[in-house]
């Protein structure tokens, strides 16, 4: 249920949402959704882009510690080809707020448009810069997203995803033409497809 926002409407329980990972070729797109408490004040947060790792690191720990409640939710790379990203990050937005524990009056996500929700929404255009609670949900989406790609990084070697995480760099687009997708690559993004196909035809050729 979406409404206009109006920040007097409630004093607590405000839910912020964000998330990750739309952008990449390859991994889950992350998404967060955190309640934060008043009387556990979270000094320093911030739009995680706008943070060191060892700060997002570090606010990672404490949200998780002093939150009212959070949960971090994802929707995976067979999702993201069959509905589109678009779609399946409001999918992951909503798991994020359906897995709190405490049920907010209000969810602000960033952004310009809201999943469909069983509670009141609103859309916040940089909202990971101006509501400390999205700002939250960025770095707890962002921190485990990053981690989960660094791991990727000893299962598929050469592909450099520890440094990138995903993202369509040189260095990554440079490995996905030379080694071809991974399993966790979105074979519904152009250069993975281009990638795939590439390599089919190649395969057809040795044939």
């Keep these: 249920m979406q409404m206009g926002l109006d920040f007097t409407l409630v004093e607590e329980l405000v839910a912020g949402v964000d998330e990750v990972g739309r952008g990449p070729l390859c991994g889950a797109v992350v998404t967060a959704a955190v309640i934060l408490d008043p009387r556990r004040p979270i000094l320093g947060l911030n739009d995680s882009k706008k943070l060191t790792e060892a700060r997002r690191e570090a606010l990672f720990d404490e949200i998780c510690e002093k939150a009212l409640s959070f949960c971090i939710a994802r929707a995976e790379v067979d999702e993201i080809d069959r509905l589109n990203i678009l779609q399946a990050t409001m999918l992951a937005m909503q798991r994020a707020v359906e897995g709190l524990h405490v049920t907010p009056k209000l969810a602000l996500i960033d952004g310009n448009r809201c999943p469909k929700l069983a509670v009141p929404s609103a859309p916040v255009i940089k909202g990971d810069s101006q509501v400390p609670a999205i700002a939250a949900a960025s770095i707890l989406a962002k921190v485990?997203?990053?981690?989960?790609?660094?791991?990727?990084?000893?299962?598929?070697?050469?592909?450099?995803?520890?440094?990138?995480?995903?993202?369509?760099?040189?260095?990554?687009?440079?490995?996905?033409?030379?080694?071809?997708?991974?399993?966790?690559?979105?074979?519904?993004?152009?250069?993975?497809?281009?990638?795939?196909?590439?390599?089919?035809?190649?395969?057809?050729?040795?044939?």
Aim: net charge positive.
């Design 144 to 207: 485990t997203r990053d981690r989960e790609m660094s791991a990727f990084e000893l299962i598929y070697p050469g592909y450099g995803m520890g440094g990138h995480k995903g993202y369509p760099t040189p260095v990554h687009l440079e490995a996905l033409a030379r080694l071809g997708p991974t399993p966790i690559h979105r074979r519904s993004f152009a250069p993975v497809r281009a990638a795939w196909e590439a390599r089919e035809g190649l395969s057809d050729a040795l044939i």
